[in-house]
């Protein structure tokens, strides 16, 4: 038998060919279908391109209608009541609820919070090669039901809320120099009024401005002892005596805007 009569050579496709060179970086992008331009440069600029356009027409947008300001915060407003802005107002309605605030407001936080947090892994979790929507029911299911509930909770929350009370509570108010060593300010600081008409009497959701009021000592006085008509402010409120209660109707009707 001669020397290599007979023997047969197989190859092993998984053995790598050291005499052929594969380039390291990533495919052509003509290899791929549908694909008619390269990721970089081409097609990023042009995403970039459209974000720079919106960018300069939010920032055209906000300088030409400014936020909205209200008042100076004032810690000693206990009837002031916070509004989020638009895209919280659904967890704010959510948190009016009994099953979701009081003692179950941990609730009120945690359904969120694991749908965001399920929204973040819905990539890793949900790894079909399906990506028409009515070929994967869950995942859509679980999202329009999410569009649904932040869509009614923002409507409820927008029509049940008082935004003519919103405006007037945090309605900026001139500024007035309050001289807070005046015996009628002592007396007010002391009273109840202090609570409803906040530090710098510029009023609340609950009461209105003491500044400015155009009332006479006598009115302002008549008012403490016996309320308003409205009934906004009841009866017997003032607890002093009368030397007190002129020194604060004097103090309250001196106030000018």
């Not at 060179?21 to 495919?27: A, S």
């Amino acid at each position: 038998m001669h020397r290599g009569k007979g023997m047969k050579f197989v190859g092993d496709s998984r053995i790598l060919d050291p005499s052929v060179r594969k380039p390291m970086g990533p495919k052509d992008y003509s290899e791929y279908p549908g694909k008619t331009e390269a990721f970089w440069p081409n097609f990023l600029l042009k995403e970039w391109m459209v974000g720079a356009v919106f960018l300069v027409g939010f920032l055209c947008l906000t300088a030409a209608h400014p936020a909205p300001l209200e008042r100076i915060a004032d810690p000693a407003d206990a009837g002031y009541i916070p509004m989020p802005d638009w895209y919280f107002l659904f967890l704010y309605q959510m948190l009016k609820y009994s099953y979701a605030s009081g003692p179950y407001n941990i609730i009120g936080l945690i359904i969120p919070g694991i749908a965001f947090v399920g929204l973040l892994l819905a990539p890793f979790i949900d790894r079909g090669p399906q990506r028409r929507p009515l070929k994967r029911p869950f995942a859509t299911g679980f999202m329009l039901l999410s569009v649904a509930a932040v869509f009614y909770l923002t409507w409820e929350a927008a029509a049940h809320h008082d935004w003519k009370k919103a405006a007037e509570q945090g309605k900026i108010v001139a500024k007035v120099d309050i001289d807070k060593e005046d015996p009628g300010y002592k007396v007010f600081s002391k009273q109840s009024c202090i609570q409803c008409h906040g530090e710098n009497l510029t009023g609340g959701p609950a009461a209105p401005s003491l500044i400015g009021t155009g009332l006479s000592a006598k009115e302002v006085a008549d008012i403490a002892q016996h309320g308003t008509k409205s009934g906004k402010m009841p009866a017997n409120q003032f607890k002093g005596s009368p030397d007190d209660l002129k020194k604060l109707s004097e103090f309250i009707a001196g106030l000018k805007k």
